[in-house]
């Protein structure tokens, strides 16, 4: 039986919804042994319940954990999906003991330098995949990154993006409490569950179609107009 690695980076606005609706994807395919992966280093506030998918006895704990705890009660122990925590933030140090050869990672962090870190390690594999996505209020974009023998097929995060290439913000790691509470919550649970939407259909195209084919390789969306617009860049 072939073994998927599937990693899931962020449980907050996106990923939190994300994860809800792979789940069931993967629980429901047994031609493949699924290794998944849940990565977070923050916990599931008050604040949160407004556009977050969690249990409400979730609160204070740690999003990947969390969210290991719920899959295992809801669909209880199965052979070919094995579930795993990490309650940490990624580092360019710890990336290489999450993302490997041949695995596909879902990336739904909400700062740029985790994207550069992300992005930089993926163009160091063989073969993977990376999809991306990530929202202000009411627009923002998913972008997909393959890598097969050796070679690119599409561009980086950083060469999509100028300001993923030279962030300007923080690793989450780094920021305080103040900050964040300065920093306010700008998204809104449409855009949150827009792009985890069109990261889901990236994933299952990619992994489920027999013969996956995405041509565009970045998806912009706009909430206000109900609009996305597939673009695509060679590497």
């Not at 990336?95 to 695995?103: A, Q, R, T, V, Y």
């Not at 990236?202 to 706009?222: S, T």
């Amino acid at each position: 039986m072939r073994v998927e690695q599937l990693n899931i980076i962020g449980l907050g606005g996106i990923g939190s919804w994300l994860f809800r609706a792979v789940v069931p994807i993967i629980y429901g395919d047994k031609s493949r042994q699924w290794r998944l992966q849940l990565v977070d280093g923050d916990h599931y506030e008050a604040k949160n319940l407004s556009r977050q998918l969690f249990p409400a006895n979730a609160l204070s704990q740690n999003k990947a954990e969390a969210n290991e705890a719920w899959l295992r009660e809801r669909f209880g122990e199965a052979d070919h999906v094995m579930p795993m925590s990490c309650g940490s933030y990624v580092t360019s140090e710890t990336l290489p003991n999450i993302i490997g050869e041949k695995s596909t990672t879902l990336l739904c962090v909400d700062n740029h330098v985790t994207r550069k870190q992300v992005s930089d390690f993926t163009e160091t594999l063989k073969d993977a995949i990376l999809i991306s996505g990530g929202n202000d209020s009411t627009d923002g974009n998913v972008q997909v990154m393959l890598r097969r023998k050796g070679k690119a097929l599409t561009p980086t995060l950083c060469q999509w993006h100028p300001e993923i290439a030279s962030p300007t913000d923080k690793h989450p790691g780094d920021v305080s409490c103040a900050e964040l509470s300065a920093a306010g919550d700008v998204q809104t649970i449409a855009a949150n569950l827009f792009a985890a939407s069109l990261m889901l259909n990236a994933f299952y195209r990619l992994q489920f179609m027999p013969k996956p084919a995405i041509k565009e390789n970045e998806f912009y969306f706009d909430i206000l107009h109900n609009a996305v617009a597939g673009k695509v860049r060679h590497a």
